[in-house]
């Protein structure tokens, strides 16, 4: 019996890990609590009853245990199947561990042919260059984006403008900056903007940017101000140090 306590150990470390990141009922906290196994054993036939969710679950504990299981996964995917498709997903999910290197490669393998100058596939190598510090990479691969609508209002257009601000093109990245500085929208970019302005001696602007996206956020209703929780929060921390 005894040795099974590990497994019954995991099983509830598990099921109360799960339970709150998923904002589960109280009840079954307690119901895990006081009955460990069959508790855990309830709650998880209660939350994954069908068959593709258990394997969902399996694949998730898989993941939580071992920490390169789904990397390996992928790219033992990858060596039998070899598509565009698997490259980036693989390359997204180098990108999550904070390998840039190996996504940019990937994201590179990807751009000739039928997916050369792609813009979702752009987009993603703007973002690896700049998070590798390339800012010579960003600016070539932002300047095939700025004609494209999905570009116009992203993160990446941010990062684009600061690379063109790190190679000593401000008025450039003023520019592009201005154009992401929307009302009641694009609060994360416009935030860089804020950062931007105090970086090049524009204090007065940017305490009146951020201001604004304050008054913007405090005057929506109670689900909008949900949803915009983790900014609101950020532009308040970066309020207090301007």
């Not at 150990?9 to 307690?30: E, R």
């Not at 100058?117 to 260059?129: A, G």
């Amino acid at each position: 019996m005894f040795r099974y306590y590990p497994l019954v150990i995991l099983l509830y470390a598990y099921c109360i890990y799960h339970a709150y990141t998923n904002k589960a009922d109280q009840k079954w906290f307690w119901i895990i609590l006081i009955f460990p196994f069959f508790g855990s054993a309830f709650y998880l036939y209660d939350t994954f009853y069908r068959r593709d969710e258990i394997n969902d679950i399996r694949e998730e504990v898989k993941n939580t245990l071992v920490s390169d299981y789904k990397t390996n996964k992928l790219e033992k995917h990858l060596k039998y199947t070899d598509t565009v498709s698997n490259r980036v997903i693989l390359g997204d999910e180098y990108t999550r561990k904070g390998d840039y290197i190996q996504a940019l490669s990937l994201y590179n393998s990807c751009n000739e042919g039928l997916y050369k100058d792609d813009v979702h596939l752009l987009l993603k190598i703007v973002k690896s260059n700049y998070l590798l510090e390339d800012y010579k990479g960003v600016i070539e691969s932002g300047d095939k984006l700025k004609q494209k609508k999905e570009f116009a209002n992203s993160n990446e257009k941010a990062a684009y403008a600061w690379a063109l601000y790190y190679e000593n093109r401000s008025e450039e990245a003023l520019k592009n900056f201005e154009d992401l500085n929307r009302s009641y929208s694009n609060y994360e970019c416009r935030l860089e903007y804020v950062k931007f302005l105090s970086l090049t001696d524009k204090s007065n602007e940017a305490k009146s940017l951020i201001e604004k996206m304050l008054e913007e956020i405090e005057s929506m209703d109670s689900y909008e101000k949900k949803l915009k929780k983790a900014v609101y929060k950020e532009i308040k921390s970066t309020y207090s140090r301007i």
